[in-house]
């Protein structure tokens, strides 16, 4: 199972909104509503930001906001703000025999 | 609190044995399937196995197949990781993680992540 593919790295500047996308396939993505995604800062573990492609979990910020349309999900985060500055990985279900895979990460920068 | 504390992680050479363990409270352990999501450094994550509530079923990436063995033991809230013939690729930092929603071998969302034990192959 390959991983799902992400940009390698997306910039902004504060206030704006940025989109980092999480491409698939029908196999995965395409098929299930269960992409999640997190954020890693340096040294740290991740935290999860989105699950079930758009939901929130308590605490964090409405600022990110998840969708999917067709094999490709999408992560926003809107009035980006300097504490964003972090890698970011999507996640789906893959079904009962590959189970999960992970998307190959973005690094965003807040210029 | 839900606290994930994973320990066993060493310096061990290829094909070489490893047991890693992931202490968990906070939650009531044995509603939930348990995960191991590894990290290789400078590198993305990648999902390794998972163990259903009850342990009755487990699953491996192709990557681990036949070489790991996860485990649990719900009595004394803990997961392990048997992990066999180390290869060099298996370097990496060794995540326990915990899904959102109890009871389901899907994953819906790691909500809940240990710190990490790091595990070197090298000779």
């Known amino acids: 199972q390959s991983a799902l593919t992400q940009p390698a790295s997306v910039s902004g500047s504060p206030g704006q909104s940025i989109t980092i996308s999480c491409t698939g396939t029908?196999?995965?993505?395409?098929?299930?509503?269960?992409v999640s995604w997190y954020q890693q800062h340096p040294g740290k573990a991740p935290k999860l930001m989105i699950y079930?492609?758009?939901k929130r979990p308590s605490g964090v910020s409405n600022r990110f906001s998840g969708s999917k349309s067709g094999n490709t999900a999408s992560l926003t985060i809107s009035g980006l703000q300097a504490e964003d500055e972090a890698d970011y990985y999507c996640c789906s279900y893959a079904g009962s025999s590959t189970f999960n895979v992970f998307g190959t990460g973005t690094k965003v920068t807040v210029l | 609190e839900v606290q994930l504390v994973e320990s066993g992680g060493v310096v061990v050479q290829p094909g070489g044995s490893l047991r890693l363990s992931c202490a968990a409270s906070g939650f009531t352990f044995d509603d939930y399937t348990m995960h191991w999501v590894r990290q290789a450094p400078g590198k993305g994550l990648e999902w390794v196995s998972l163990?259903?509530?009850?342990?009755?079923?487990?699953y491996y990436a192709d990557s681990v197949k036949g070489r790991f063995t996860i485990s649990r033991d719900n009595s004394k809230n803990s997961l392990y990781l048997q992990m066999n013939s180390l290869r060099t690729e298996d370097t990496a930092l060794y995540y326990c993680?915990?899904?959102?929603?109890?009871?389901?071998?899907?994953?819906?969302?790691?909500?809940?992540w240990g710190q990490g034990t790091l595990v070197t192959v090298s000779s």
């Open positions: 029908s196999s995965d993505v395409g098929s299930y509503n269960l």
């Open positions: 163990i259903s509530w009850d342990g009755g079923s487990t």
């Open positions: 993680a915990k899904d959102i929603n109890p009871w389901s071998d899907i994953l819906t969302g790691y909500q809940n």
């Open positions: 079930e492609g758009s």
